[in-house]
């Protein structure tokens, strides 16, 4: 980190700046300026509240300089991770896999006919809420350990990969035994202690971008998960809030290259979350692809107009083997595949 | 709810939109407008997704009218609701109580010296966080049960009643025993099995908006915890994400006023969250008080400068007194009491 | 506008409420729904202060419901509008013309070079700025009609059109002059006045959208230039302010779709503004044309490393290049060419 | 600046960095960490584009030490600057002025109107636009010149100095010649040339943020006024653009403290356009004067349900009164008066 002085700090502040990090069992490289003195520290500061010297008198700011993440970091992993959710659903290799299905499970049914409209287009696991985290508490919470089930039937008859939903430490175990990899949903994002169950157990995990989270809080986050042991973490960009009204949230696709560029984890853009209306989920599947994303992940619903939940952004089917389709193109313009 | 037609909606599309209003047990009023044709709904359509019918051909959006949340709007309960942590600490009345102490409880006598020096600032509740959650999985974590007993034994000592947060469910019964209220933080705002277990625990709740909370999201939240059966729940603003790079979250005043307006629910102000440096609490408690919050939440730390967590925005004990001194002097300026 | 009266508002209240709409010269439509009364408003109340009502006794709040721009509204023009810039830079077709180079005119030599460069990586247009908006007051704010004249005399060798900037009204008719289209840029994307002469002139105008502009705005201020007779406006999405920190923007696509939706004009990106990092641009670049974008701006330099503003984001001409080459690629995957 | 290296950066990348460093006449100051070399700059890099050398290769990012304006800092102006509107308005020492007064001129009758009610409530300045910067071309764009000489005959009869806005730089001796005190409004703060013509005439220049405006390129704009000679800049916060719906602009009340630490010049706190809502302004300035803020802004309006702008955050004369009293209080409970 990189103390910067205030103009005006005396000799003594200085001194004790430089005491207060030598107690941290740091080394101090302080260094005058034309206006004004900055204290660089040398060592690693990243398990130290580095903030703590803002404190002191005559510091005007504190610089971080070492990411505070390190298993996710590229510096650490210079071959980029290859996530396998199913033999047809390895994510960060050449192959951008598609994950969809609707946001619920609804019915047995309704996670068959959507499972079967998945494999259709071309699409490669199966999306679908089991448990549900919605704003409003009197809205549908999701069937559970039943929705589960019916997940793992239609897998059956379609062999489709299923991607999930936890919600709660209390059902790590349960969503790991049925489902083949355990989504975090953005409200869960900074839930730390759930990352870490999800951490402990054996299935990868898709961990999505909470609305307000910088790239580096997300590599934290998925850090959480990394140091308990399971090294198959997905990143997922699914929009943040921002002022932006016309989208639900502002789908940020810098974000994909920036976590290529720091992290050898791979990268999945959710469409569907990041815009929040069907009308736009193709092109913005088509710009992910060109972002040089790793996978997508798409909400389609069979009747979309009687979802149960996100109606608003679920695709048909139909509408879902097209975007397959011309992302596949997009895919190949770009030296890559679906 | 109203549904907004596109101009160029065909009798068909309006027609059809009018079914599916139908079918979700709900009446339809279309109105002709000089360009478009809006559908207006009556009824309650809280329950349904709303946002479906934004599938539906012909439709450009939808238009919300009704709040999502019952239990915690002012219709619902026309007098304020008063929160009692301890005798010395009520909420939500014409007297504004002061809830200090530390970030982390670091041990036993690091806690006694800072309920000691929140006695004598003249505050009322003492904080202090046993279960931490960290951005970076490497920084402390807090000492769990051992932290609780700790704050029971400052309490034990000073008469003053405890704040401190709870991470997950399987903590719930343990923190509801050891404190006087529960916080849910910024990061688990919106997770709501957590606020449904501390709905259905006996005490108080402070809950904090998150990050990137809206002010009807907050109060959804809220609502997990009333309708559990717990009718104390206390908002807390405490700063949000923005664009802002000098402050560590922008601490949104108005948000007390619109809370006021909307809910029932007493509101705490955190300026130490809301700026993240100790030079600007003083003001922004000031501020606070001067919005007509119903409590503070302050950070203060023995040595700050020494501090494990938090350093940076927490105050010193001196710092404290002068200003809840300062703080209860605006307080009388705009009728109330500190 | 649909005016949402208060639960519990009286009789009164809302007599008075459809005494002020029907000042207005607008019908009043009362709807009596489950727990509210809502005031539709009938008659095109664009011109009208609709956020008056919200003042009157009784009222929660006003909604809009037409959109407050005429002129660039698709409704007003179904077919999209083509902006000819020069013949081989027309805006709004199958066609993706790419607009680059340096972010200054520094000399007439660096221009000249960055020119060819421009031309041999197959774009279409050369940009550069003559009249530099600059945060920073002792910055280097351009060379003005110098910069223009050699601006010329780059097109005179490369008959590459040119498109720059205008600052202030008393330069437009200068700018009009040199230049094949005038910039406004994102500082001036709310300067009514610019605006409004830059729609006095024959030339087109690039329109950037401002730091925090909404769709709705950015179309209004479109609708200043349209208004005044100049019907070529070219809509450019440059990135948004938002909390992200590894962006100098958020690059916003989804106001791609959302502009083709709303409105008949073409839209540009500015991957190079909307990352600020000259590593980032290529993949947005792609992005872009996958999010079907009607032109590319891209800032290249001839010497990144020695460019006197924005080199950051600037990327060689070897670099331009390549991105022409992969960008054409993906504009063949979604039926367009490059 | 500091110069961050890759952890993998080679020597020879290293040394090219010393050497573009020294070219731009700086000095390096190479420190090698445990992890990584990070360049410290020496001198005053303020005048270069310092983020050119994010283009090098083997350069992670660029940390500017430096803060980039001079004339607004407080280190070069201990004092704090004091601001003479009129006898009565003086901005800047422990009196706090209220300015008050309708959004726009709308007649002779309505200004004098307005301006007895100013004096009535106990203000000190009549604001009142003439020129206003209409979001929708079809709006009333103001009088105009007229609009001008009807404040002036309302401070004829009351002696309230007048504070009203220019929009463009053909404007700015007009309303030099009329106004006690020029205006530059949000939309305008990063119009430069502008900024340069206010800074080159005599009257004080209230600034206000822009929407999306930093702290540090505030200051940069007052760098502007202050650098063509015009050392009476008032700063004023008025809201930003943020996701919060529940307010037309989220009012950050830290950026007075900030403002207050990082510069001489006085602050204003503008709360009817930090908020847009008429029920929401008089808890927003007592917010305000607790978090110490050197002057008011205040939308007042003879009757606000028929104002022709803005009426949804303009107040009534009573509420003005009212508004007064109460912020005179909270004013002395800080040590302050009004």
Chains 1, 2, 3, 4 share one sequence.
Not at 51 to 67: Q, S, T, W
Not at 120 to 128: D, K, N, P, T, V
Not at 253 to 259: D, G, Q, R
Request: glycine share 6%.
């Amino acid at each position: 980190m990189i103390v910067v002085m205030k103009a005006n700090a005396t000799e003594d502040q200085i001194s004790h700046v430089k005491e207060l990090i030598v107690e941290m069992g740091l080394t101090t490289h302080p260094i005058q300026g034309s206006e004004l003195t900055v204290v660089a520290v040398i060592g690693d500061d990243r398990k130290k509240d580095r903030n703590v010297l803002e404190n002191a008198a005559g510091v005007d700011r504190v610089v971080p300089i070492l990411v505070p993440y390190k298993l996710s970091a590229r510096e650490t992993q210079p071959n980029r991770t290859l996530v396998r959710i199913s033999d047809e659903c390895v994510i960060g290799g050449k192959h951008i896999p598609v994950i969809a299905g609707p946001c619920s499970v609804e019915s047995a049914e309704q996670i068959l006919v959507s499972a079967r409209a998945v494999r259709a287009a071309g699409a490669h696991a199966l999306r679908g809420g089991a448990f549900k985290p919605r704003t409003n508490p009197y809205s549908f919470q999701g069937h559970g350990v039943d929705g589960l089930k019916m997940l793992a039937a239609a897998r059956d008859e379609t062999g489709l990969a299923i991607v999930t939903e936890v919600l709660a430490i209390e059902d790590v175990d349960v969503v790991s035994e049925y489902a083949d990899c355990l989504q975090i949903g953005t409200r869960n994002a900074a839930n730390y202690r759930l990352l870490e169950a999800c951490g402990k157990q054996p299935k990868p995990v898709l961990l999505k971008r909470g609305m307000a989270m910088t790239i580096s809080e997300l590599l934290q986050a998925a850090e959480y998960i990394l140091s308990m042991g399971n090294p198959n973490v997905i990143l997922c960009e699914r929009g943040i809030r921002t002022f932006e009204d016309h989208t639900r949230n502002t789908l940020s696709l810098s974000a994909i290259t920036e976590l290529h560029y720091r992290s050898h984890l791979p990268v999945v853009s959710d469409p569907s979350h990041g815009t929040g209306h069907a009308r736009m989920v193709a092109d913005m599947a088509r710009a992910s692809v060109g972002a040089n994303c790793d996978a997508l992940a798409i909400e389609m619903h069979p009747d979309p107009e009687h979802a149960w939940t996100d109606g608003a952004q679920s695709i048909t089917p139909q509408a879902l083997l097209e975007l397959v389709d011309s992302c596949r193109r997009v895919a190949e313009a770009v030296d890559r595949s679906m």
